[in-house]
């Protein structure tokens, strides 16, 4: 059998669709939808329902606290009052591709959820920089005081 990778997903024994490093959720907690997409198509635009919804609660996908406060400020343009993660794309013709984009943006939240922020440390400039910015500051305002015209 073939060694799971990224790009093969369906090779892993594991059950569920990964999402992220470590991270796979039962197929039926994604919920997909398809509706008539509007845009290019021609006459196919009318008969086929190729535009995907993806919806998926914030709840069930399996990630520390931290992290689920991170995926929430990220998707809260995609959030619903249900707590739902909702993702449409009805950007090609092709309702496989359509859900593909879907899951690549849902892998990709969950992927930048999980990265965990460098912890800021406030730093203060040197005595020696303080100083040197005023000298500056003050040779500058010097020059731009001798362009001036005599006061009469």
Do not use: W, Y
């Not at 990964?18 to 959720?25: D, K, M, Q, S």
């Not at 090609?92 to 690549?104: E, G, L, P, V």
């Not at 943006?105 to 999980?114: F, G, H, P």
């Amino acid at each position: 059998m073939d060694a799971p990778t990224p790009e093969n997903p369906a090779s892993d024994p594991r059950p569920g669709v990964p999402l992220g490093p470590g991270v796979r959720v039962p197929e039926a907690a994604i919920g997909v939808a398809f509706a008539r997409a509007s845009g290019p198509g021609g006459q196919n635009v009318n008969k086929r329902a190729t535009k995907c919804q993806l919806r998926i609660r914030v709840e069930d996908i399996p990630l520390s606290d931290a992290a689920r406060g991170r995926l929430e400020k990220l998707a809260a343009g995609l959030l619903t009052d249900a707590g739902e993660i909702l993702i449409q794309d009805d950007s090609t013709r092709s309702a496989r591709r359509n859900h593909d984009a879907c899951m690549d943006r849902l892998r990709e939240l969950v992927a930048r959820a999980l990265v965990v922020p460098k912890k800021r440390r406030p730093t203060k400039p040197s005595r020696g920089a303080i100083q040197r910015r005023i000298d500056e500051k003050k040779r500058r305002g010097e020059s731009k005081r001798r362009r001036r015209p005599p006061e009469p």
